[in-house]
């Protein structure tokens, strides 16, 4: 996503000087983003964006057309709601009352953290500070480093006999891998892959559960392929993002570079960049749509983006990186929300901007959010 400077940004709203994009962004829930910067707007600034969005929303009330697309007057308020509370506490240099989505122990993101298990059967649990050489299996050294990443690296050139390996992360963890083929792979939370420790055979073959975003070294002699319920992805060397957590009724695939040609039973299918194919699980079609590649792979950037999603796809996805089970008091409406935040904050950060849409009240308990009245 291309970063701003917010002062210029909002000097440029103020003196109507942005682009649509920029004033889109000023309008937006990117402005929370801009809000926890060092850079504080003035409370002068601020009231000019308050009074020019009540004036789109007035506009909006009195003709047929939506303000922005895709967009509803639920979500439009939400955000006009968001600019001017977020500004204000923003500036506030007393200490504010305790929001009724906060407990006195906030819960903290997720992060680097996974467990590896070896052919063997032993476990390695890869989080913390450790870094270096964490195991030797057939002449393969298995490698950790500071960043969250575990690589493996062939001793010589002579053939070996190569091992299976598995690397889980938890819910609240993320991970990432680089094979012996020099392929790359970000893990999600509440994930596994299982994989060879060297490609030996006629391709390469992964088995997937949960999500993963992948960066595969070309080698037209020796396919690439992703096996994960109900699917296969066939690949060369391309970029992509699989998301077939157990527990959705569909599968999401991501093409960002490349090509790959998707397979369920007799149905296959193939995938040009920007597109994005949802394999359903009790069917074998598979169909294809433009994708929202920015929304798609998000996690991987460290950040949620939510773009006219209900709330329990929403919670399902705070849950996971959170590792929180959610409890609904009431049964969610129709509500969609469109927003950014970085998946770097606390909970109650990302409860609260939530719960600015007037549409929620939510409390956690330990490691329950509770939706309520």
């Not at 391309?238 to 077939?244: A, W």
């Not at 590792?323 to 129709?334: A, G, L, N, T």
């Amino acid at each position: 996503m291309k970063r701003y400077n917010p002062q210029e940004l909002i000097h440029k709203y103020v003196n109507d000087t942005c682009s649509e994009e920029e004033r889109a962004l000023v309008e937006s829930w990117h402005l929370y983003e801009l809000a926890s910067s060092e850079y504080r707007p003035s409370m002068e600034n601020t009231s000019i964006v308050h009074d020019r969005m009540w004036n789109k929303l007035s506009l909006h009330a009195k003709k047929p057309r939506k303000l922005w697309p895709g967009l509803s007057i639920t979500a439009a308020l939400l955000f006009l709601m968001s600019v001017p509370v977020f500004l204000y506490l923003s500036q506030r240099t007393h200490p504010l009352s305790t929001p009724k989505n906060t407990s006195t122990q906030d819960i903290t993101p997720g992060g680097n953290k996974a467990i590896l298990t070896l052919d063997n059967g032993k476990e390695i649990l890869l989080q913390g500070s450790n870094t270096g050489l964490i195991a030797i299996q057939n002449r393969i050294n298995i490698h950790k480093d500071t960043a969250g990443q575990v690589s493996y690296n062939v001793q010589g050139h002579k053939k070996m006999l190569s091992t299976i390996n598995k690397l889980e992360t938890p819910r609240g963890g993320k991970y990432r891998l680089l094979l012996a083929d020099g392929t790359k792979i970000w893990l999600n939370s509440a994930s596994t892959l299982t994989y060879p420790t060297t490609f030996e055979g006629k391709d390469r073959t992964v088995i997937l559960s949960g999500e993963a975003y992948f960066e595969v070294t070309k080698n037209s002699n020796k396919p690439f392929k992703v096996i994960t319920r109900h699917q296969e992805v066939k690949v060369l060397g391309t970029h992509f993002n699989i998301n077939g957590y157990p527990d959705d009724p569909q599968i999401q695939t991501t093409l960002l570079e490349g090509s790959i040609l998707l397979s369920k039973g007799s149905n296959n299918r193939l995938l040009r960049p920007g597109q994005m194919a949802l394999t359903k699980i009790h069917s074998e079609n598979i169909e294809i749509e433009p994708a929202d590649t920015e929304k798609n792979i998000a996690w991987k950037n460290d950040d949620f983006i939510f773009n006219g999603e209900n709330l329990p796809s929403i919670m399902k996805t705070i849950a996971r990186w959170y590792d929180v089970e959610v409890v609904y008091q009431v049964s969610p409406d129709s509500t969609r929300y469109w927003g950014v935040i970085s998946r770097s904050k606390n909970l109650s950060e990302v409860l609260k901007m939530l719960q600015s849409s007037g549409h929620i009240n939510s409390k956690v308990q330990g490691r329950r959010v509770i939706i309520m009245d």
